[in-house]
């Protein structure tokens, strides 16, 4: 009997020995060392590679609470959610997400593609590095993931049984928590927040009646609106990138949910990006080159989509009153909003809540971390509030260039 035939939290030597025992991937005469490389929030990762062919792999596995806090039990039903999420992704998307070699209902673990000859994005958006195809890729990526997996382009029947295979309660709870609600009240008191921060946060966002009803309508609307198979955590530390390739990873945080919330989430952190230049950059040139590039970034990244979701209606859609003249404009309309009122509450809840970035919070200096904070708080306000007005990338990068003026 394998010692494998029961759960257990594996260490870097179980990691190993499982890999020779589980996976049909290494030569019998392989010479096998193991490491745990995740800095995750929920998930243990581990790389095994063999030192006389450097072949690797990457082994991923779910423990029963969340490794930022004993506070977040979890189903380990969400290693299976990912593993069949990212073969359906590669599907969907191909070449978009790495390859899964094994999912392992009794260790709870997941085994993909090795990506070690690319960069987790935000540590290398923080080094303020440029990836000219980025837009491009990921806009694919949320088009034929989001809009081929919703009620217009499937079947209604195969759609709810997918709803059903994927409802996913415990993480949807971890959003539900730490972006639809913490940022704005701290009622669990466990936000973290800049000191020097602290009085006018609590003044500019949990103060503001006017921003908690609305931030309480987008609650409700992330709670009921089964409208696409999302991401559901599409953040820069969820992509490894190189120059010429984009690979989304992580997807355990997958439901039914509005597709806006991955667009958005995308531009959030696209804009933490910008406000990391902005406050750390010291060569003029070199600072405005760079924030030049994040910033039609932010704006090919919306228009992309407009564009391809667009192209891909037309060939896609099958529900017969999804081709009502105006359905399509007024659908898409909604997605921009959405996509705006998620940009403002990534924006909220890495800058006050529980989870945060480290594109701010490697900001040395105290008054440039203030300003970022600011700039990202000020105009995660503007979006969730005139979250119906945005139709195209430069309302969005508009929004964030006259916050930044004011300030």
């Known amino acids: 009997m394998s010692r494998f035939d029961s759960y257990f939290l594996m260490k870097p030597s179980d990691v190993v020995e499982y890999a020779r025992e589980k996976l049909d ?59 069949e999420i990212l073969q359906l992704e590669h599907d969907l998307a191909p070449g978009l997400v790495p390859l899964v070699y094994k999912y392992d209902d009794v260790m709870s673990t997941c085994c993909m593609e090795d990506l070690s000859d690319h960069v987790i994005m935000r540590a290398a ?17 949320m088009v034929n993931t989001l809009l081929l997996t919703t009620d217009v382009v499937l079947d209604h029947k195969k759609k709810k049984a997918m709803v059903k295979s994927f409802i996913n309660p415990e993480l949807c709870e971890i959003s539900e928590d730490l972006v639809y609600t913490e940022p704005f009240n701290n009622y669990n008191n466990r936000n973290i927040v800049f000191p020097p921060n602290q009085e006018w946060v609590e003044q500019e966002i949990y103060n503001d009646e006017q921003l908690l009803l609305e931030v309480a309508k987008l609650k409700f609307e992330f709670l009921t609106h089964a409208q696409s198979l999302i991401h559901g955590d599409l953040h820069t530390g969820s992509i490894f990138i190189k120059t010429d390739s984009t690979k989304v990873i992580d997807p355990e945080f997958a439901f039914y949910g509005p597709m806006g ?15 990391n230049a902005d406050a750390t950059m010291s060569d003029t040139t070199e600072k405005a080159d760079y924030i030049g590039w994040v ?12 564009k391809k979701f667009n192209i891909a209606w037309q060939k896609n859609v099958t ?33 006050v809540g529980l989870a945060q970035v480290k594109d701010i919070t490697t900001i040395a200096d105290e008054k440039a971390r203030l300003r970022a904070e600011r700039i990202c708080l000020l105009s995660a306000k503007r979006f969730i509030m005139a979250r119906e007005t945005y139709k195209s990338g430069a309302e969005f990068l508009k929004t964030l260039k006259d916050v930044a003026a004011t300030l």
Do not use: C
């Open 25 to 83: 991937f290494f030569a019998p005469d392989s010479i096998l060392e193991g490491k745990e490389i995740g800095d995750g929030n929920i998930n243990y990762i581990f790389r095994v590679w063999d030192t006389k062919s450097g072949k690797s792999v990457i082994i991923k596995q779910a423990g029963h609470t969340a490794r930022i806090s004993d506070a977040f039990v979890l189903s380990t039903d969400r290693t299976r959610i990912e593993a």
């Open 125 to 141: 958006l923080i080094q303020h590095q440029k990836f000219p195809r980025f837009a491009d890729d990921i806009s694919t990526f």
């Open 261 to 275: 919330y991955d667009i958005g989430n995308v531009v959030a952190n696209m804009i933490f990006a910008w406000a």
């Open 295 to 306: 910033e039609k970034t932010i704006v090919e990244v919306v228009d992309l989509f407009i």
């Open 319 to 351: 529900e017969v009153l999804a081709k009502v003249p105006g359905f399509q404009e007024w659908y898409l309309q909604t997605v921009l909003s959405d996509t705006a009122a998620v940009t403002g509450m990534e924006l909220s809840r890495r800058i």
